[in-house]
C-alpha cells in the first residue's frame, strides 16, 4: 500500500473528484473535515470512522461516525468516484495500526494519506483552481497573518553554559554544526552518559555581560564535535524539516516554491561555509587549514585550549571508539534519535528521498566541481552521492 502523502501535497485535485473517508474524529478529524468543507473539496461526499468503538453510531459535525467494518464494506465496493482515505491520527502508532486495518482489508484503487499529508495538501494547494474563491480571499491574508516569525535562539542560555563551566567540572562539551547533520543523536546519547553537553547551529556575536564566547574560552578548555554531510542528502532533510517554517514563503506558497528556496543555485556550499562564517568566527580556528581523513572520516584539531573532533556523518556509527577516547567515554555508543522515519513526515519524506533528482550537469557541479566535497570525501565516496541521486 502506496500513502499519498507527498502527491497530495504537489495536488489536492483527488479531494474534489473523490470522496473522503476521516479515519480519526479527534481534534485534528474534525479540524481537517471543517477546512475541506469550507475549501469546496469533499462535494462527492465524506465519511467518517474511528477506531474507538465508542463512537460508532455517534454524531460530530452532522455526520456519523461509522465502525470500522462498516467502512471495510464500502471501500470494497466498487464506486465510480474512488476514495481517498485521511488516517488522521497525529500519534504514528496509531496510524500505524489503522494503515494496517486499511492494508488487510484488500482494497483496491483507494488513495490512503495521513493528517500531514492531507494538512499540507490543504496549505500548500491554496491556489488549486477547485478552491472556492471565498476561501482563497479569506486565507490570503490569513496566511500572511499567520507566517512564523524566524528568529535564531536566545543565545542568553548557552552563554550562561560557558560563563558557569566551573558547575559543571570544568568540563564543557559543545556539539556545534551546520543543522540536519546527524547530531541530535549524538547530544541524546552524550546525555545517556550523564555529560553535560551544549547543542548549537549558531554562535556567532553570542555574548554573555560584557564577556564574548572567545573570551569565556580563553580561560576554559573546551572540546568540540562538529559534523559534515552529503550536501544534497542534508538540503532535503533540512527542507522538511522546516516546512512548517512558513514565513520563509509567500502567502501563495506552494510544494514548488519550497523546492526552489531550498535548492537554489550555490545550496551546495552553504554548509561547508558554515565552518568559515560561524565556526572560524567565533573560536578563530580555520578547518580546512588542518588536514581531514577522507579515508578514516575524522579528524581531531588542537589549538590553544581548544579541541575539535570533525567528522562526517555517514561514518558516524563506525566512529564510536574515536568519540569515546575524545570524550574519555569507554565503550562509548550511538543510541538513535530524531530520525525522519519517526516523525509526522515519515511518508512523504521517504517517497521525495526515492523521487529526487536534479539534471546530471547540476549534480557533476555539486560533486565534482565543488572543493569542499574533496577536502572531505573520496572519490568513490563522491561518485557513490552522483550515482544516488541520478535517475535515468
Known amino acids: 500500500m502506496t500513502i499519498r502523502d507527498l502527491e497530495l501535497m504537489k495536488d489536492i485535485s483527488p479531494l474534489f473528484r473523490k470522496k473522503i473517508v476521516i479515519w480519526g474524529v479527534q481534534d485534528k478529524g474534525r479540524r481537517l473535515l471543517r477546512e475541506l468543507r469550507s475549501m469546496g473539496a469533499g462535494k462527492k461526499g465524506i465519511v467518517l470512522c474511528d477506531s474507538d468503538t465508542t463512537l460508532w453510531g455517534e454524531q460530530t459535525e452532522g455526520l456519523r461516525i461509522h465502525s470500522v467494518k462498516e467502512i471495510g464494506e464500502l471501500l470494497r465496493a466498487k464506486d465510480e468516484d474512488g476514495f481517498v482515505v485521511c488516517v488522521a491520527y497525529e500519534n504514528v502508532q496509531a496510524q500505524d495500526e489503522v494503515l494496517y486495518q486499511i492494508e488487510q482489508m484488500h482494497v483496491e484503487g483507494v488513495d490512503v494519506c495521513t493528517e ?8 500548500l494547494g491554496l491556489m488549486n483552481r477547485n478552491v472556492e474563491e471565498a476561501y482563497r480571499e479569506k486565507m490570503l491574508p490569513e496566511h500572511d497573518r499567520n507566517r512564523i516569525s524566524y528568529e535564531e535562539s536566545s543565545m542568553t542560555d548557552q552563554m550562561k553554559y560557558f560563563a558557569y563551566a566551573p558547575l559543571h567540572g570544568n568540563e564543557m562539551i559543545l556539539i556545534y554544526q551546520p543543522g540536519k ?124 585550549k581548544i579541541e575539535i573532533l570533525l567528522m562526517k556523518v555517514e561514518r558516524l556509527n563506525s566512529l564510536e571508539g574515536v568519540i569515546g577516547d575524545f570524550l574519555g567515554i569507554p565503550d562509548f555508543r550511538l543510541q538513535n534519535r530524531n530520525i525522519a522515519v519517526q516523525k509526522r513526515y515519515r511518508f512523504a519524506y521517504q517517497k521525495y528521498l526515492e523521487e529526487y533528482t536534479l539534471p546530471r550537469e547540476r549534480l557533476k557541479q555539486i560533486y565534482y566541481e565543488n572543493p569542499y566535497m574533496d577536502f572531505f570525501y573520496t572519490k568513490q565516496e563522491i561518485d557513490g552521492f552522483y550515482q544516488k541521486w541520478v535517475r535515468d
Open 116 to 123: 500531514y499529508g492531507m494538512e499540507w495538501g490543504l496549505y
Open 181 to 304: 547533520v546527524g547530531s541530535r543523536s549524538l547530544f541524546w546519547s552524550l546525555k545517556e552518559y550523564g555529560r553535560y553537553v551544549l547543542h548549537s547551529h549558531v554562535l556567532r556575536r553570542a555574548e554573555y555581560g560584557d564577556d564574548t564566547l572567545q573570551e569565556l574560552l580563553q580561560h576554559n578548555a573546551a572540546k568540540i564535535i562538529s559534523i559534515v554531510r552529503d550536501p544534497v542528502s542534508r538540503r532535503i532533510s533540512e527542507m522538511w524539516q522546516n516546512i512548517p517554517s512558513v514565513n520563509r514563503y509567500s502567502a501563495e506558497v506552494d510544494f514548488k516554491e519550497i523546492e526552489r528556496f531550498y535548492f537554489k543555485e550555490g545550496f551546495e556550499r552553504q554548509e561547508f561555509n558554515w565552518f568559515h562564517y560561524e565556526l572560524e568566527n567565533v573560536l578563530g580556528i580555520n578547518v580546512y587549514d588542518h588536514p581531514f581523513s577522507r579515508e578514516e572520516g575524522y579528524c581531531v584539531i588542537r589549538e590553544n
